[in-house]
């Protein structure tokens, strides 16, 4: 078996999959297993060598970029070449001047710890799906599935008092292309958009590419001021209420009355993207400002990424009356960009409860999760750093006193093989996230007690 | 049985769906299958019925959609409610103002004829990546899968002639957020464009949306005309040269590198929609104008709902180096909106020559398909009536001499169940595109007849 001489080390600081994946290129490029011969199976290697499943599809994942493996569809993995040639000027090569790095401990935020039930019945439903022949074979509907719309009005209704009908929600591939769909409607309109600092990325990058003025807007502890509105002389408010960065808590609901009023003064729009409105679990959520306006003035924005799994992507928003006749009149000159496998099995999932389920336990976990990494940076940061909860963001922010800057930290943490994220700060301290939604429980210990030992030499 | 009593009549100008739809609605508020029961399966009423089981599917849809019944993955379908509620405010309904009409011969381009060994395949393959855990539970990379974008790279080359590394290759959902990123990305260098008359109306939303200056440019029998692009000062030009509409046929080579020699001369951009390139079967492909410049001033569109599965969007783009680079400067800023999922199950499925091999039964189903359709249509128009085969667009193209306009005919033959597509034509004649992409080749004399006793009276 050609396992059987593999020894994988835990503590060599090189991340399991990355171990497995150079022993099997080494055999590989040996001769054994042979062009041609078939790998033996994920469980099995899993099994054998006492590591996660994830771990060995990891590693050959990338032996099948690479070239040296190739996966044949229910049938499994076989040798495909055992040496790969890298001509210079070869154009099918990805460039590497992005590599990976080795990533021990992961506190960023790009994967959810996903337990293996949560697949399986993810899973069902999008075969489920896929088993019906009409849907496969057609287009989807350019507004959105109509079965989903029904079940996202519902579900926006009640678990945040958005007040939307189907006919007014629009679903997408992400924030992304409903930002510019809102930018494309709102034409002439959509002139001075203002947003808070630090802004989602994504969504200021949309506002750009529509060579919109942006306007970064004063806050104080309660987030965007009424005053800066007034004097800002925008039309259009990009808000996080829900999360905002710069507070790690929602806004409060008397500063939500207030931008909703100069919003109705002054003929103003509010987009309110609700990013993990839903995922609270210290407090009850707050409810949207679109349900307070009645849904008039705001355009809501909701999306399901952190809710059910990153590989899926759907978002939604519900428009305003006038918006959403303008868009249907427009409706057939856009395409859907959401999956609509993926549409119609989340149309399901929602309406068996199942969203409902998974959000209960999601709190629980985070509940649980948050609290371990609370008192971990406690323990090992103590007095020297500080420390809060941004709830929404299912992150940890830790500030420090320091000589570099945030980005300066997070890469020598990386480079340890300890990923968080750096966040904006100016000079003279650095603010860290860490995202306690991929990290399994029991790695968080180590992970602190490495990142406090690479950073606290450079901090006072 | 609850089927036992339904009589389903091929001849009564409903289509088989909507008839079942009646009767199994019927039956349910009569009290018999009772809520909560479970219901046949497809495969037994279709197999009982003698109708094919799309048509019992879409039935259940239909049913599903209205509340009637819902379904259970992996179990089946179960009567929901025997009497659905219709309050007058509810906000829960998908509003009837687009009703759909029933269609019994339908020549639009919503469908394609799937096999279902062409569907049982391409589900093969996505549920092989579905097996995958750490695909499902992490995001996808922004500019698309690499998987992906080396099989996209290589298949390009070899099919199109397109020029590019997998580097410079993005990934979207469809044209719309691929041109969406490129208005963003020219900025100001995108002030004026230029399109051909009629432009492929969902890439014209997009630079409306960008409030760009649109030139609709002059054509002679060969395109879009040299001159008039020097004299237009447009900074982009926006092509579909393999399908350019007003030809109905492939732009010639030599008036590409006409093109090409404006791009060259007045630093111009060429944005090449490639559409349907690959698919011929009259004639050779001729390969990309983005292969003929070596990629410098073109931008290659590709697209996959025709080659694949209408319900898969996946379509992508290479770009010139410059503006590549521009693009992974920023890449982190943009959302990837193409499903994760199916990305890779493309990958694989390219990677095992199943495209090609399906490219070529589609050349040969549609060679003769359309062979079918025009012999009909000389048949029953005859000399009336100009014929065309529009060969990209999988269409037949229908010019009469008509006291009314295109777009009054195809509702004549819509209200009639014959779904054509009306093309936009001057006072006094009119144009309909009758696809044969999706109907049954058997279908196709009984639809040209009636469509022919519609629209005849009309017509000089």
Redesign the interface.
Known sequence: MIYEPIFLDEKSGLPMYRQLYDSIKEKICGGCPAVGEKMPSIRRISEELGVS??TV??AY?QL??EGYL?????SGYYVEAAVIEKSAGS?????Q?EPEPLVKYDFGS???D?R?SD?DL???????V???????????HYQGE??L??QL??FG?LLRGV?????RIVI??????LL??I???L??RAGRVGIEYPCF??A???F????LTITELGQDKYGVTPQELYSSKIDVLYLNPSNTESLGRPMPVSRRAQLLEWAERTDGLIIEDDYNGALRFRSRPVPSMQGMDGGERVIYLGSF?KLL?????ISYMALPPALAELYRS?G???????????QLALA?FI??GQIEKRLRRLRKIYSEKSELLISLLNEYFGSTAGIRLAETALCAELSVSCGKDSRELAAAALAAGVRVIPTDTGKGSAKLRLSFAGIASEDMREGVRLLHTIISPYCR
């Open positions: 499943r994830t599809e990891q994942q099948c970029v190739v996966s044949r569809p229910q154009s099918n090569e990805i460039s001047n790009r994967y959810i996903a293996s697949l993810w899973r069902k439903y999008v075969r489920s896929l088993s019906r022949e009409d849907i496969v074979s057609s287009y989807g109509p079965e719309r029904v009005a519902r209704s007040n939307s009908s189907p006919d997408g591939a992400g924030v992304q292309p510019s769909l930018c494309g409607l034409g002439e990325p994504h200021e990058r949309v750009r590419d529509f060579r990424s799994m990153p590989s899926v992507r427009r057939a000159a856009y395409n859907q960009t959401s999956s609509k496998i993926e399901e309406r068996d």
